[in-house]
C-alpha cells in the first residue's frame, strides 16, 4: 500500500502526547479514531471522564488506566447497587469523585464507593437532598480527603459533618453551602479539628457570630465565602480581624446585618487581602473605606453591588486600588460616566466590569473602558438603557479579548450595534435577551463572525426570523447553549437549521408557537448532545415531534414539556426510550389523562431525580409508583 | 405484743387502723367496742374479756367446720354465711384490740423521739404523731431560726422512720376497714362511706396541724429526719450527719440509696430507678434528644455531646438507628398490655377468697421479690393498688378483708374500690 509508511509514524509517543495535551475536548474525541497508536494516546494520557451510562464505567475504567477524575453526576442511574456491582472489579485509582445530584445513591453505596477508590481526594455529593448523617458517616471511611463538596445536602446535620470532620481531618477545602441544619456546633467542630482547611463556604447557614469566632481560628483559611449569613453581623466581623492570618479571599454578599464597619474591620486586619466582595451589605462607600482599602496593595477582586457611591469616591478608590481586574459595582446609585472613565483609566487591568443597572452610564464611559482596559474579558451592561452602538463601536474596535458580554434589556442596542459587537471575535458568551430592536440584519453579522460563541441569549428578542436563526446556525458552529424562547418569528424554517449546531447541548424553545413537529424532529435528529431541552407552551409540536425526540434525543437529561398538546402515546414514548432523562416538568398536559401519566412514570421512575407535576395527581396516581419514586431519589414538585 | 415487736405486715395493718373507731354493727361486737376516740388508754381487763371472747367464737367455727366436714365437706348456703359472719367478727374484735393497745404504747414512747421503741410513727395516725411532736418539743425549746442545710446539732428534732415505715406505700389508713391511702384527704374521702358520721363538715376538715394546734402554744422545734441504714451520711450516727428535711425526703432518699433499682425503663430497656417518680420523668424524656457517642456516652444536649467529641480523640457522635422509635412504640405497647394483664390479676386476687387465705399463710413474711413486681406491675394507673408494703400478703388482706365486710355488713364494695382506683392514679 501506498500510504503505509504514515508520516504520523515518525512522531513519537512523547510527542504525540504533547500535542495531545493542547486540544480540546471535542477534538480529542476525534483524535482517537484517526489510529491505534493515537488511540494508545488518549488512553494513557486521559485524567478525568464523565460519563452517561454507567453501565459502561467497568470498560471505560480499564481503558483509561491513568483516570484520576470521574463523574458520575449525569448518570441517571446510580444507585447502591450499581455500585456494589461495581466493586467487584476491584479498586480504583479515582482521586477525583462528582456525585453531584446523585439522589438515589445511599449510605451503603457510598461506603463502597469509598473503600473502593483508594486514595480519594475529592468528592462532590452537592444537591443530594437525601444525603444525611448516614451518607455523611459513610463518606468518612475516605480517610484522605482533602475537598468535600456538600452544597444543598438539606439532610446533613451537625452529626454527620462531624463524622467527616473526625473521618477526614486533612480537609483543606469543605462547602456548607446550604446545608440549612449545620449550626454552630458544626462548624466549631470543624474548625477545631480541620486546622488546615484553606477554604470554607458556609453560605446560606443559620450561623451565628460564634462560628465566625471558630472560624477565626483557623491558621491556614485562605477562602471564606458567607453569602447571605442572616444572623452574622458586624462584631462576628471582628473576630476576622484578628484572626485567619493567611485570608485571601472572603464573600459577605448579603449578610443582612453586616455592614461597612464590619467590612471595615475585616480590611484593617488582612492587608494581603485579594478578593473582597461585599455585594448588598455596604451601604455606602464612606471615608474610612476608602482610607482603610488604600492598604490592600494586591487587591484583585471588589464587588460593592448595590452601594451609595458617588464619582469622587470611586475615583479615589480606583486609584488606590489600582491593580483591580474584577469590579463589582452593579445596582450602584451615584455612578456616572465620570465616575467609570476614572476607573477605566486607574485600573487598565480590568478584566471584569459589572455595571448591571447602572441607569446613568453612557456610551461616553463605555468607550473609555474599551479604550484603557484593552484586557477587558466580561462586560456585563445589563439594563444600561442609555448604551447605543456608538459604545459598541469602541467595544468592537479594542476589546478583541472580550469573550462574555451581557446586553440583556438595552434597547439602544440595534443591528449596526451588533455589527461592531461582531468584531470581538473571541466573543464567547453573549446575552441579548429583551433586546427588541434587532433584526435578521444582526444575527447575520453575529453569525458571519463569531464562530468561537459557545452561549447566545435571544431571550424575546422578536425583531428577527428564520433567516437570522439560519445565519446563526450556519456560523457559530460551536454553540452549545441557545435561548430563543419567546422569539415570536420563528418557524419550522428557521429552527429546523439549528440542526447543524452539533455541540448544542442546552436549547429552549419556550413559547414558540409557530414550529410544529417538524421542527422539532429536525433538531432532535441533528443535535445529538442535546441535553436539555425546553418546549413549554410550543403547543403547536404534534405526536410526530415527540416521536422523533423518542427516537433521536438520547442524551437527553432535562426536558420541559408544560403546556404541550403531547397526547398519552407520545409521552410513554418519550418517557420510556429517553433513557437519560432525570428532569421533567409535566404540568398542563391537556392531552394526557391519569393512566397517561402512571405509564409514563413507570416507565421512566428508576432514573428521575426531579419532576414536577399536575397538583391533582397526587392523589390519582398510584401509590406505588410515588413510593417508588421517593425511594429512588426523586423530588416531586407539585403545581 | 410479740408480733409487733417482729414487725410482722399483717399486724401492722390493725394497730394501724385502730385509732378512732366505734363501727361494731355486729350482733357481738358491743360488749368489746372501744368507745370511740377517748377510749385510748390500755385496760387491762378489758383486753382479756375481748380475747376471751375471740377465743370462745373460735371454738364455735371450730365445731361448725369440723360438722361440715362430717358432711363431705359440702357447704351450705347459710352455714357459708354464718361463717363468713362470724370471722367477720373476730376479725374486727381482733383490730379493735390491738387498737386499743396503740395510743399507750405511743405514750410511753415519747421520751425518746424516734427510738426503736415505736417504729411505726404513722404521720396518719394523727393523734399519735401529735403525741410524739409536742413531748419533743416541749423538752428542746429552740428557735427556728434556721431553715439552711448547717443546723447546730441539737437545734432540731431528729425522728428516725424504720425501713418498714419508709417502703409502705400508704401511710393514711381507714380505721374500720384498714384499706391503706397515700393522703389523708383520700382517706377522708374513703370515710365517708363508713356512716353518716364521717360526712360531717368537721369530719371532712383538714385535720390541724402542728402550727395551728390550739393546745400548743410553745414554738415549734425545726423537725429532720434520720435514715435507718447504718452508716449513711443520712443517718444520725454518722459523724457528718446531714439530716433529711421531710418525710418524702427520707422515702427517696432510701429508695435510691438503699433500694435496689427495680424499674427498667419500657424505652430503653437500660435506665433503672428505685423511684417510680423518676422512672416517669426520666420515661417523658427517653428517647428524645438522645445525643450518643461512639464510646457508648449518652448525653441530653448536643452541645454536650459536641464538647465531648472536641475533647476526646477518636470519638464520633453515633448516629442512632432508624428503626428505633417503632421498637419504642412496640415496647411501650408491650408495657401496656402487661399493665393490663396485672389489672386483671389483681381483680382476681381481689375477689378470690380462699386464695387470700393461702397467699396469706405462704406469704407472711414479707418477700422482697413479691414487693418488687407487685410495685412494677402497680405502674399503671388502671391496676388495682396491690403494690403494698409486704407485697401481696397486705394487698390480699385489705381487698378480701372488704369483701367480708361488704358481704357481712353490706357495704357497698364500689367504695373501696374506688378509692383503691383513685389512690393509685394520684
Known amino acids: 500500500m501506498p500510504l503505509s509508511p504514515s508520516i504520523l509514524s515518525v512522531l513519537s509517543e512523547d510527542l504525540l502526547v504533547r500535542v495531545y495535551g493542547f486540544l480540546d475536548p471535542p477534538c480529542r474525541k476525534k483524535w482517537r479514531l484517526v489510529s491505534k497508536e493515537f488511540h494508545r494516546v488518549d488512553s494513557l494520557s486521559r485524567t478525568s471522564i464523565r460519563i452517561l451510562r454507567v453501565e459502561f464505567l467497568p470498560a471505560l475504567l480499564s481503558n483509561y488506566p491513568h483516570l484520576s477524575s470521574l463523574d458520575l453526576s449525569v448518570c441517571p442511574k446510580l444507585d447502591d447497587d450499581v455500585v456494589l456491582r461495581l466493586a467487584s472489579y476491584g479498586a480504583v485509582s479515582i482521586k477525583s469523585l462528582n456525585l453531584s445530584r446523585a439522589t438515589a445513591l445511599r449510605a451503603r453505596g457510598l461506603e463502597t464507593l469509598a473503600r473502593l477508590c483508594r486514595g480519594l481526594e475529592r468528592v462532590d455529593v452537592s444537591h443530594c437532598w437525601g444525603f444525611g448523617d448516614r451518607e455523611a458517616a459513610a463518606l468518612s471511611v475516605a480517610a484522605g480527603l482533602r475537598e468535600v463538596r456538600l452544597d444543598k445536602c438539606l439532610s446533613l446535620s451537625d452529626v454527620g459533618l462531624a463524622r467527616i470532620v473526625l473521618g477526614c481531618s486533612n480537609l483543606s477545602k469543605i462547602s456548607l453551602k446550604w446545608c440549612m441544619e449545620i449550626s454552630d456546633l458544626g462548624i466549631d467542630l470543624l474548625c477545631k479539628k480541620c486546622k488546615d482547611l484553606k477554604s470554607l463556604d458556609v453560605s446560606y447557614l443559620k450561623i451565628t457570630n460564634d462560628s465566625i469566632r471558630s472560624i477565626a481560628l483557623l491558621p491556614k483559611l485562605e477562602v471564606l465565602e458567607m453569602v447571605n449569613c442572616p444572623l452574622v453581623d458586624d462584631d462576628g466581623l471582628q473576630y476576622l480581624e484578628n484572626g485567619c492570618p493567611s485570608l485571601q479571599e472572603i464573600d459577605v454578599t448579603r449578610c443582612e446585618r453586616v455592614s461597612l464597619s464590619g467590612v471595615v474591620s475585616i480590611v484593617r486586619g488582612h492587608p494581603d487581602l485579594q478578593h473582597l466582595k461585599a455585594s448588598h451589605c455596604v451601604s455606602e462607600v464612606s471615608l474610612s473605606f476608602l482610607h482603610n482599602i488604600k492598604a490592600l496593595k494586591h487587591l484583585k477582586t471588589l464587588w460593592i453591588d448595590g452601594a451609595r457611591v458617588s464619582d469622587s469616591s470611586l475615583l479615589t478608590l480606583s486609584s488606590s486600588c489600582r491593580p483591580l481586574t474584577d469590579i463589582g459595582v452593579s445596582k450602584c446609585v451615584g455612578v456616572t460616566d465620570i465616575g467609570i472613565t476614572g476607573l477605566a483609566r486607574n485600573c487598565i487591568n480590568l478584566k471584569t466590569l459589572n455595571l448591571a443597572c447602572c441607569g446613568f452610564v453612557t456610551d461616553a464611559a463605555i468607550s473609555a473602558v474599551a479604550q484603557s482596559c484593552r484586557n477587558l474579558e466580561t462586560l456585563k451592561l445589563e439594563s444600561c438603557h442609555m448604551i447605543t452602538e456608538k459604545g459598541l463601536q469602541s467595544l468592537g474596535c479594542y476589546s478583541k479579548h472580550l469573550q462574555e458580554l451581557d446586553l440583556t434589556d438595552c434597547y439602544g442596542v440595534n443591528d449596526r450595534g451588533l455589527e461592531y459587537i461582531s468584531k470581538c471575535s473571541n466573543l464567547l458568551r453573549l446575552k441579548l435577551g429583551l433586546c427588541t430592536n434587532i433584526s435578521d440584519k444582526g444575527m447575520f453579522h453575529i453569525g458571519s463572525k463569531c464562530s468561537k460563541l459557545l452561549e447566545l441569549d435571544l431571550y424575546r428578542c422578536g425583531g428577527f426570523g428564520d433567516d437570522g436563526l439560519a445565519a446563526i446556525s450556519r456560523g457559530c458552529k460551536s454553540l452549545n447553549r441557545l435561548i430563543i424562547s419567546y422569539c415570536g418569528e420563528l418557524t419550522d424554517t428557521g429552527v429546523e437549521q439549528i440542526r447543524q449546531l452539533e455541540h448544542l447541548s442546552h436549547l429552549e424553545l419556550r413559547g414558540l408557537k409557530n414550529i410544529t413537529g417538524a421542527g422539532l424532529a429536525a433538531v432532535a435528529c441533528g443535535c445529538k448532545k442535546l441535553d436539555y431541552l425546553d418546549l413549554k407552551k410550543c403547543e403547536n409540536i404534534d405526536d410526530s415531534g415527540f416521536w422523533a425526540l423518542a427516537y433521536f434525543a438520547r442524551n437527553l437529561r432535562q426536558i420541559n414539556l408544560c403546556y404541550c398538546s403531547v397526547s398519552d402515546t407520545a409521552l410513554c414514548m418519550l418517557m420510556s426510550n429517553l433513557s437519560r432523562v432525570q428532569d421533567v416538568d409535566l404540568v398542563n398536559l391537556n392531552r394526557v389523562t391519569v393512566e397517561g401519566s402512571e405509564f409514563a412514570l413507570r416507565a421512566c421512575c428508576n432514573r428521575l431525580k426531579k419532576l414536577k407535576l399536575f397538583a391533582p395527581l397526587r392523589f390519582l396516581l398510584s401509590s406505588e409508583l410515588l413510593e417508588m419514586l421517593h425511594a429512588r431519589g426523586c423530588r416531586i414538585r407539585w403545581d | ?426
Open chain 2, 1 to 426: 405484743m410479740e408480733d409487733e415487736e417482729e414487725g410482722e405486715p399483717n399486724l401492722h395493718v390493725f394497730k394501724a387502723s385502730s385509732s378512732g373507731k366505734d363501727n361494731n354493727n355486729n350482733n357481738n361486737g358491743g360488749q368489746a367496742s372501744v368507745q370511740g376516740v377517748k377510749a385510748q388508754a390500755w385496760d387491762p381487763r378489758t383486753m382479756l374479756c375481748n380475747l376471751s371472747f375471740m377465743e370462745q367464737k373460735i371454738h364455735e367455727l371450730q365445731g361448725l367446720v369440723h360438722l361440715i366436714l362430717g358432711r363431705n365437706g359440702q357447704l351450705q348456703d347459710e352455714q357459708q354465711q354464718l361463717i363468713t359472719a362470724d370471722l367477720t367478727s373476730i376479725i374486727i374484735q381482733l383490730i379493735s384490740t390491738a387498737g386499743s393497745l396503740l395510743p399507750s404504747v405511743n405514750m410511753l414512747s415519747t421520751t425518746a423521739p424516734g427510738s426503736a421503741l415505736f417504729p411505726f410513727p404513722r404521720e396518719a395516725n394523727n393523734l399519735a404523731s401529735q403525741t410524739l411532736n409536742n413531748g419533743g418539743a416541749s423538752q428542746e425549746l429552740e428557735d427556728d431560726a434556721e431553715e439552711g442545710e448547717n443546723l447546730p446539732p441539737g437545734s432540731y428534732e431528729i425522728k428516725q422512720l424504720e425501713k418498714e415505715e419508709i417502703l409502705a406505700p400508704h401511710t393514711n389508713f381507714c380505721t374500720i376497714c384498714g384499706k391503706g391511702f397515700k393522703r389523708d384527704a383520700n382517706l377522708r374521702m374513703h370515710m365517708r362511706g363508713h356512716g353518716d358520721q364521717y360526712k360531717t363538715p368537721a369530719a371532712l376538715a383538714k385535720p390541724p396541724t402542728k402550727e395551728t394546734l390550739p393546745g400548743s402554744d410553745a414554738p415549734m422545734l425545726i423537725k429532720r429526719y434520720s435514715c435507718p441504714f447504718p452508716g449513711c451520711k443520712r443517718n444520725k450516727d454518722h459523724k457528718r450527719f446531714q439530716p433529711l428535711k421531710t418525710i418524702l425526703c427520707v422515702k427517696n432518699h432510701y429508695k435510691r440509696t438503699h433500694c435496689d433499682k427495680s424499674f427498667t425503663c419500657s424505652r430503653c430497656h437500660t435506665k433503672k430507678f428505685s423511684v417510680i417518680a423518676d422512672l416517669k420523668t426520666h420515661e417523658k424524656h427517653c428517647g428524645q434528644n438522645k445525643w450518643l457517642c461512639s464510646c457508648g456516652t449518652t448525653f441530653s444536649r448536643k452541645d454536650k455531646l459536641f464538647g465531648h467529641i472536641a475533647l476526646f480523640q477518636g470519638h464520633t457522635p453515633a448516629i442512632p438507628l432508624e428503626d428505633t422509635k417503632p421498637s419504642a412504640a412496640a415496647s411501650s405497647q408491650r408495657g401496656s398490655s402487661g399493665c393490663g394483664n396485672s389489672n386483671n390479676n389483681a381483680a382476681m386476687v381481689s375477689f378470690s377468697l380462699g386464695s387470700a387465705a393461702n397467699a396469706n399463710q405462704e406469704t407472711s413474711q414479707p418477700c422482697v421479690m413479691d414487693g418488687k413486681t407487685s410495685f412494677e406491675e402497680s405502674f399503671s394507673p388502671l391496676s388495682f393498688d396491690i403494690c403494698n408494703f409486704g407485697g401481696f400478703p397486705r394487698s390480699i388482706f385489705d381487698d378480701s378483708f372488704q369483701m367480708l365486710i361488704s358481704s357481712a355488713c353490706g357495704c357497698s364494695p364500689i367504695n373501696g374500690g374506688v378509692g383503691s382506683v383513685s389512690d393509685t392514679s394520684l
